[in-house]
């Protein structure tokens, strides 16, 4: 799963970094002027350190323009940095000093398209998405496919030695909506149903198999409140039911709630990402934010774990530099196995993990430190379990350079199991993953070792030459935590040396509008001695892959 590539949108779940309001027709510096202002403002009900909803945005968006004083509205959104947004809402307002309402209305007005119907109480809009990949390998699995794959229950005819490459893509089309059910205290219905069809034809990594598949992707509902107290206090409250997708942190644990692949097609697309079901529930107050989940992936039938995921969330954010969070997660149910070297093997069932997290970033237009660092320690109530990760990232972003470059390095490291304790200690990555500058540690090597028994050094390069056009290259070096890997890749499950190897990526992305985004990805691997003792006559692994996405 090497692409980000959600269906709702591209930004879906980034972390908003800041959000900036302008103004056209703006009568001076008035008290009239400034409480229009203020007004739009309070309307727009989405805030900074908090994840994107391209649906939410829309409905605030719609809000705005049926104001009396306003003639129109748009929302803009620019990539900041990884995983980051920032929101630039302009708003055009009347000459008329009075403006009546115009409700949108496709069925009167099909120019309200994709806006189905929007009145101060109800919004419904469509939201679909398009996109189409070709992806090509020269040496895929090194060169050694059928070591590499051995037992892998998604192996059918898949790629190996020399150049391949295959087609695929993907189709979405949904309806959401707003219900304000209590306008005085802004309570608020909201919810969506998605379908998504996927395809793939020519072979792929793992099978030959020309496919096509369809299913519903999203469906939930929920509710959403909204209010300020007396001393100007900001509070939130929300709970959703349904199928959804859920981002811990930024993708450290959690983020891949859905599985792509084998009869689902679309493998490196990865365009499904919400859960089977989702439970989840928050308040925040100012910059403090409580969560309650429960998650139920979206396995593929053929790698079928039935795990259920409890979970609680609370971080603090101080508007646009800092965030801290902690979390506790549950694991109730699930029948993944652990295993050990003397045949016998644990359950998932009862792990429960300790997270805590901080990240640091330069506001909006100011250059300065980029700092992340977050730690997880799991145990299980069942047997003795002792197992860790954490990571450390830190850089640099140079605003006064016009490309505004941002250099940073990243030390990550996930524990493997040490035969000379009494104890468990793999790390189980969960669902992690995400794209290529979060959890996929690698576009090749993320295939061959899932940030379990692994240490990895990241330095990564970024910068925009133009506003929309971001060039990000990465230098990979990948390392073993322990010589026992049995639970990893099997043709890899006792190694003689702890380097795996080394890989160096570059990404292409042009944002060229809210609608029309372009992806290029390249990567160069190297096996290293962990691999190349155990699987002889390996061969460098190149791969690029292309696709082009239209949304709205």
Not at 1 to 14: C, D, F, K, L, T
Not at 40 to 69: N, V
Not at 82 to 103: A, C, F, Y
Not at 202 to 215: H, S, V
Request: proline content about 3%; some cysteine.
């Amino acid at each position: 799963m090497a692409q980000s590539n959600n269906p709702v949108s591209i930004y879906e779940g980034y972390r908003i970094q800041s959000i900036a309001f302008s103004f056209e027709n703006v009568d001076g510096d008035t008290l009239s002027a400034l409480e229009k202002k203020e007004k739009i403002r309070r309307i727009y009900k989405i805030y900074p350190q908090t994840q994107y909803s391209s649906f939410m945005a829309s409905y605030y968006t719609s809000q705005i323009k049926l104001l009396g004083f306003v003639a129109d509205a748009t929302t803009e959104i620019y990539p900041f940095s990884e995983n980051e947004i920032e929101i630039q809402v302009h708003v055009i307002l009347s000459n008329d000093t009075i403006k009546s309402v115009v409700k949108e209305n496709i069925f009167k007005n099909i120019s309200s398209f994709p806006v189905i119907y929007s009145s101060p109480r109800t919004f419904f809009t469509f939201k679909a998405a398009a996109s189409e990949m070709v992806y090509s390998n020269n040496n895929a699995w090194f060169g050694k496919e059928k070591e590499l794959l051995n037992g892998n229950p998604l192996a059918n005819h898949p790629v190996g030695a020399g150049y391949t490459a295959w087609l695929e893509g993907f189709a979405s089309l949904g309806i959401y909506g707003v219900v304000k059910i209590i306008p005085k205290i802004n309570l608020s219905l909201y919810g969506g149903v998605n379908y998504l069809v996927s395809f793939s034809a020519g072979n792929e990594l793992f099978t030959n198999k020309a496919r096509i598949y369809g299913a519903v992707e999203e469906a939930y509902i929920g509710f959403i409140g909204t209010g300020r107290t007396g001393k100007g206090h900001l509070y939130r409250y929300h709970a959703l039911y349904g199928r959804k997708q859920f981002t811990l942190g930024d993708g450290f644990l959690i983020v891949n709630t859905a599985m792509n692949g084998d009869n689902r097609a679309a493998l490196q697309l990865n365009p499904r990402w919400a859960a089977k079901s989702i439970f989840q529930a928050g308040f925040s107050w100012d910059r403090l934010t409580l969560q309650l989940f429960r998650i139920k992936p979206n396995e593929l039938p053929i790698l079928q774990s039935n795990t259920i995921i409890n979970g609680i969330n609370l971080e603090l954010g101080n508007k646009d530099k800092m965030v801290i969070g902690i979390s506790f997660l549950q694991v109730p149910r699930s029948n993944f196995k652990y295993y050990l070297p003397d045949g016998t093997s644990h359950s998932r069932k009862g792990m429960q993990v300790y997270n805590i997290r901080v990240f640091r970033t330069d506001a909006i237009g100011k250059g300065g430190l980029i700092f992340k660092a977050e730690g997880a320690y799991a145990r299980n109530s069942h047997f003795n379990m002792s197992a860790w990760a954490y990571y450390g990232e830190i850089g640099w972003r140079f605003s006064s350079v016009k490309t505004s470059p941002t250099l940073s390095y990243r030390y990550a490291s996930f524990s493997g199991d040490n035969p000379k304790t009494a104890s468990y200690n793999r790390w189980d990555a969960l669902y992690t993953g995400g794209n290529g500058e979060q959890w996929v540690q690698g576009s090749n090597m993320y295939k061959i070792v899932q940030n379990s028994n692994e240490i990895s050094h990241r330095l990564q390069i970024s910068c925009f030459p133009v506003k929309k056009l971001q060039l990000v290259g990465q230098v990979w070096l990948f390392y073993a935590s322990q010589k026992m890997n049995l639970g990893g890749n099997p043709a890899l499950s006792i190694l003689s040396s702890k380097i795996y190897g080394s890989e160096y990526n570059l990404t292409i992305k042009f944002f060229l509008s809210r609608q029309w985004y372009f992806h290029l990805n390249t990567a160069y691997t190297i096996p290293g001695k962990a691999i190349k003792e155990l699987v002889t006559n390996t061969k460098h692994w190149f791969c690029l892959s292309v696709f082009a996405r239209y949304s709205f």
